[in-house]
């Protein structure tokens, strides 16, 4: 794999393939590789914003085709080996810069002397790639007992403070998000609020499927380090489908008005 000039990739689980897609993503570094970051932040090659790893999306290349064609990949966990450009746009912006040719420039300027070609479903690639990695953490933390289901269970839980992070399928019924949110601000001690479970961007087939559960339609935690290693998943994935507040929440579900004072705008965990 070529190395641009761009910053080094860091550590990260294994990403994975992006699904319903010809293509894959970036090939992995092999495992255990020391990958130590030269620091927090990164640069996205398209808007010239720095902003921390965890906010920000990795494009690599492959191997060098036959004719000597790299193609261009999401690497959304950060695994290949060599260096990476990183992106921080919604999938609209990315849709927009590769119609006027801005991404093809950037990443040019990126990978000098490289011949690179760009899928026509990178958008989608990288929508499927952040969805699976976002999907596949909450499954094995649902695997190791980590997630509560269940209406009953999660308001059991939630009215007596042990929950801390709730979350509904996209076609979840109002009435019983209205009730498990307020179980939670009761437990919480935190009525009047507003609030509530973040609204996740899967309805409650994909989400019995990733969770390999039938009829999964809301779900909590009550583990806080669980819900930190998932927020940065969530948050990339909500800023890149234009979601970043999670409609009108941070991804802990309090109100973006209630947020630290100087925190930006734009929640990108």
């Given amino acids: 794999m070529r190395t641009p000039r761009n910053e080094r990739v860091g550590s990260g689980p294994g990403a994975a393939k992006a699904a319903g897609s010809k293509h894959t993503q970036a090939p992995r570094g092999p495992k255990g590789a020391d990958s130590v970051e030269d620091g927090p932040e990164r640069k996205c090659i398209l808007s010239g914003r720095h902003d921390a790893r965890d906010s920000l999306i990795r494009l690599a290349i492959s191997p060098d085709g ?59 690639l990288i929508e499927a ?47 019983g998000n209205r009730k498990l949110d307020q179980a939670w601000r009761v437990g919480q001690e935190a009525e009047g609020s507003g609030m509530t479970g973040v609204t996740l961007p899967l309805d409650r087939a994909g989400l019995s499927v990733a969770l390999g559960r039938e009829n999964v339609v809301h779900l909590a ?44 705008d734009d929640v990108l965990m």
Avoid: C
């Fill in 66 to 124: 036959p004719d000597g064609v790299a193609m261009v990949l999401p690497d959304v966990l950060a695994r290949a080996p060599g260096r990476g450009a990183w992106i921080g746009v919604t999938r609209a912006e990315l849709e927009v810069a590769i119609a006027k040719g801005k991404l093809k420039g950037a990443l040019a300027r990126a990978y000098k002397g490289a011949k690179l070609s760009i899928p026509d479903d990178l958008p989608d």
């Fill in 129 to 175: 790639a952040l969805t699976r990695a976002f999907y596949d953490r909450l499954g094995l933390a649902y695997g190791a007992g980590q997630v509560l289901v269940g209406s009953d269970r999660i308001a059991e839980n939630a009215r007596m403070g042990r929950v801390v992070w709730l979350a509904h399928a996209s076609d979840a019924g109002s009435d």
């Fill in 221 to 264: 935690l009550t583990d806080r380090a669980v819900a930190d290693r998932l927020a940065p998943l969530l948050g990339r994935l909500l800023h890149y489908l234009d979601r970043p507040d999670a409609d009108g929440q941070d991804i802990q579900g309090k109100p973006v008005a209630d947020a630290a004072v100087g925190a930006d």
